[in-house]
């Protein structure tokens, strides 16, 4: 099933033992809490607006909300699940899917049983299946490459039959594991995409500033006025702006300038238009639902 004539970790560098114990951090780690004072008052009033249908400025059902999500190879207990939309930011990342590279040592591989990796590649390819095929390989490839001890993480949440199992039974069942998710991982799209991108959460949005997810929006504050009205250019640094939520205007370490677009171009790559909801809300309510998304 997998091509012998390449193993796709014998002359890898890849750190694997490093990044399973960086899965496991990662699964202990909260959304960071605002640090400075709230008033609750301005929360609560915010969390009335955050849940109002979207056409009145809110953001109720297919906006951000936090919905149960399908339970996969080990995360049985569910994920959550956040709208794709359309929202009209900036379409550059797409360009992505149809890139182009040469495949070298990857000419002709393929993965028979995974989706979206079982067509043999060319020699010049999208370089979406170039990076699909060697990661994807790699990760199949782990368990006997490695051993089980950098898997016990899996044995221990996901696999507990595989824990009792003999060395190389276990490292099979894996394999399999691995395998039949990675069937569900990757999956290339049906028709020709239009520009959807996965709506974020929005538990530790205040520390995720700048905003949208090329970066074109400095503050929460900016991100609800018009696009027309958001800075075209704005320093990027560690100084916090605590009233709106985001990048300070006046930076001291670094302070570099990021020169945003306007909606002319929209694959421009720094377009800082789209995602028109809340722009009408009056001052007011925007100073509560800026308090309330602090609160997250």
Known sequence: ILPNVIDYLNDSSLNYPGLMRLET???QIAPPKWPWSLDQALVAKGAEIFNRDPKNGGCAKGCHEIAKGAPRVCNLKGTWKTPIEDVGTDSREYQVLVREGETGVLNGARIAFIPGVDKPLKP???IISI??????GSIIEAPLHFGLDVFQPILDECLPAAAQA???SAKLLV???LSAALQNLYSK???APSFKYESRVMEGIWAAAPYLHNGSVPTLADLLKKPADRPASFKVGPAYDIENVGLSKEQ???NSTYNADDCSKRDSGN???GHDFGTSLTDPDKKALLEYLKSL
């Open 25 to 27: 951090l990662i699964k």
């Open 124 to 126: 010049k390819d999208k």
């Open 131 to 136: 990076l699909g095929l060697s990661v994807i």
């Open 166 to 168: 003999s060395p190389e």
């Open 175 to 177: 394999r399999n594991k």
């Open 189 to 191: 799209p049906a028709a």
């Open 252 to 254: 001291g370490a670094f």
């Open 271 to 273: 377009s800082r238009c």
